[in-house]
């Protein structure tokens, strides 16, 4: 049962236009999400967070946007440019006291910036 | 601030031999969380160590096993391997506390033959 979700494997987009990743969750439990980007070689490298109580968190290019009631958050890349080119996961974490449990992980969206 | 650092890099066993892999957090983080990642099932948690204790545990059998020392550094143990525990096992770390982020090591690519 895959708690987290991201439906689309692949992306492309051309340099300079507007990324947008989707992912969706069935877990009524998470309460914090998180954005990883990966290169091939090399460990998930941390881009953007935002807590159930926020529907928006910005950073420089990238913002993520959450819909609590459809269970659907997304990452918007402006501009793309082709640094961007990377698989980039969706995680989803519950907060519980003395910490939150382990992060689930989506299964990836390879984002390809074509110039 | 120098990033999470996991050793070997690179590992290769034979089935039912066991295997120890290394994690240095990020310095001043106190938390450490293990991930296993596969082509088919993807990034998968297995557990979490928070000050010298297993916090959080994955859905995993009782072969992988793991531990964390005072200075919060970490071990991960995999005993009677499978072929199956081929995969890229990942570190993270973490300040642990409140809602935090978890910062990656490149990770132990393991080859069970």
């Known amino acids: 049962d895959q708690q987290v979700k991201q439906n689309s494997p692949s992306l492309s987009v051309q340099e300079g236009r507007i990324s947008i990743l989707n992912c969706d969750y069935t877990n009524s439990m998470f309460d914090y999400f998180l954005w990883y980007k990966k290169y091939p070689a090399e460990g998930p490298t941390f881009l953007i967070s935002i807590s159930s109580i926020k529907d928006k968190n910005e950073d420089g290019r990238f913002t993520v946007f959450l819909n609590k009631s459809a269970k659907h958050l997304s990452l918007h890349i402006v501009p793309s440019q082709p640094g961007d080119s990377a698989v980039y996961f969706c995680?989803?974490?519950?907060?519980?006291?003395?910490?939150?449990?382990?992060?689930?992980f989506g299964k990836g969206t390879h984002l390809i910036i074509q110039p | 601030k120098a990033g999470v650092t996991q050793t070997p890099r690179y590992l290769i066993k034979t089935r039912g031999q066991q295997v120890t892999l290394s994690c240095s957090p990020i310095s001043g983080h106190r938390s450490v969380s293990w991930y296993q990642q596969t082509p088919g099932q993807g990034l998968q948690f297995l557990f979490e160590?928070?000050?010298?204790?297993?916090?959080n545990k994955g859905n995993f059998p009782g072969r992988f096993s793991g531990r964390q020392f005072s200075n919060s550094r970490s071990e991960m143990n995999v005993s009677t391997l499978e072929l199956g525990d081929s995969a890229l096992y990942l570190c993270?770390?973490?300040?642990?506390?409140?809602?935090?982020?978890?910062?990656f090591g490149p990770g132990t690519r393991l080859t069970v033959t």
């Open positions: 993270a770390s973490s300040s642990g506390t409140g809602l935090y982020e978890q910062y």
């Open positions: 995680a989803a974490s519950a907060t519980r006291r003395g910490g939150a449990d382990g992060l689930t």
């Open positions: 160590y928070f000050s010298e204790t297993q916090r």
